[in-house]
């Protein structure tokens, strides 16, 4: 059973920096792609970035940019969102999910397990 266990999220100001971690069991880690979505209150959940297997390819949101980066560490079966520059519209539940595939992209149908989230608050 594939079981995804999120951590690193909690209360920080604007501009600030968190990073958020996903250790994932039960499934060849390496050979899937992973990835971050969150929700906002009231609103659905969006797509944030992705990373391939090996983590050669990487894909953002328009929105995140050039402020977080993913990554993964194969060894430890975990993927990784930095967040620089934090905003307030950065404010949601987090969630990571493993892909159906090696590579994957923006469209939540490409994940088949999810994690339970965790919150990131972001304070003007």
């Known amino acids: 059973q594939v079981q995804l266990v999120e951590s690193g999220g909690g209360l920080v100001q604007a501009g600030g920096s968190l990073r958020l971690s996903c250790a994932a069991s039960?499934?060849?880690?390496?050979?899937?792609?992973m990835g971050w979505f969150r929700q906002a209150p009231g609103k659905e959940r969006d797509f944030v970035s992705a990373?391939?297997?090996?983590?050669?390819?990487?894909y953002y949101a328009d929105s995140v940019k050039g402020r977080f980066t993913i990554s993964r560490d194969n060894a430890k079966n975990t993927v990784y969102l930095q967040m620089n520059s934090l905003k307030p519209e950065d404010t949601a539940v987090y969630y990571c999910?493993?892909?159906?595939?090696?590579?994957?992209?923006?469209?939540?149908?490409?994940?088949?397990?999810w994690g339970q989230g965790t919150q990131v608050t972001v304070s003007s």
């Open positions: 990373i391939s297997g090996n983590g050669g390819r990487r």
């Open positions: 039960g499934r060849t880690f390496s050979s899937y792609a």
């Open positions: 999910a493993t892909a159906r595939t090696y590579y994957s992209g923006s469209f939540q149908a490409e994940y088949d397990y």
